[in-house]
């Protein structure tokens, strides 16, 4: 089946560093890549969409100069938290829709997230 | 706008039994319908799907029929496993490639 490689499965990072997390698609083309913060006990939280070759759509609320997203190619899109800060520390998790499913009955795939711990 | 509304958890049950985890949804259309599983420590995966009324979405025992009468999409098995604790995500996708999601169901299974 589809799968979705998402790096690292875990990060600690110092406060005002920037980590990044990569998003792969091993087996498909992903035009359309998507990255959701999870917090605790809670569901997930879409934060962006991340097409291949454009600008990433930001959710409402999200700070696009802290979440900056790059989908260089249609089996890579990368989430750099920069100057991260303890109250970024959360769950990330990316997904992506197989690119000869583009209808919208296809599902989405998922990375096994990475968690971020900002200290 | 659309919208998913599933039981709110946690959920304890003992092993061998009969498990319910209710879904509502407000769609205009007709919605794909999505049942996810997150299991501890893990990220989501898809557990099975329907995509159109009265169509029965099943994976791993677990079961759910699509009923558009009732605007539901309730998950069931009838024999629950410790090993199916987990984070169950119940959602659906609409004609503009939007996901809405619902709140999540902790299930938790006792020997």
């Known amino acids: 089946g589809a799968v979705v490689s998402q790096h690292p499965s875990w990060v600690i990072c110092k406060s005002g560093t920037s980590v990044k997390i990569e998003c792969r698609s091993l087996?498909?083309?992903?035009?359309?890549m998507f990255w959701y913060r999870q917090f605790p006990k809670q569901s997930l939280m879409l934060m962006a969409t991340?097409?291949?070759?454009?600008?990433?759509?930001?959710e409402q609320g999200v700070e696009k100069d802290k979440f900056l997203i790059n989908h260089a190619s249609l089996t890579l899109s990368t989430l750099t938290v920069t100057s991260a800060h303890p109250e970024d520390s959360s769950f990330y998790i990316c997904?992506?829709?197989?690119?000869?499913?583009?209808?919208?009955?296809?599902?989405?795939?998922f990375g096994n997230g990475t968690r971020l711990t900002v200290t | 706008g659309d919208s998913v509304t599933q039981m709110e958890g946690p959920v304890t049950l003992s092993e061998e039994a009969f498990l319910t985890i209710n879904c509502t949804y407000t769609?205009?259309?007709?919605?794909?319908l999505f049942w996810y599983v997150q299991y501890p420590g893990e990220g989501l995966q898809l557990l099975l799907k329907?995509?159109?009324a009265d169509d029965k979405g099943s994976n791993k025992g677990f079961e759910a029929t699509y009923r558009k009468e009732t605007t539901s999409f309730h998950l069931e098995k009838g024999s629950v496993q410790v090993s199916d604790s987990a984070v169950y995500f119940c959602a659906l996708s609409n004609s503009n490639y939007q996901l809405i999601w619902g709140a999540g169901t902790k299930l938790i299974i006792k020997p």
């Open positions: 329907a995509t159109k």
């Open positions: 991340s097409n291949e070759g454009s600008k990433a759509t930001y």
């Open positions: 087996d498909f083309q992903a035009t359309t």
């Open positions: 769609a205009t259309g007709y919605p794909s």
């Open positions: 997904s992506a829709r197989d690119r000869g499913g583009q209808r919208y009955n296809s599902p989405l795939h």
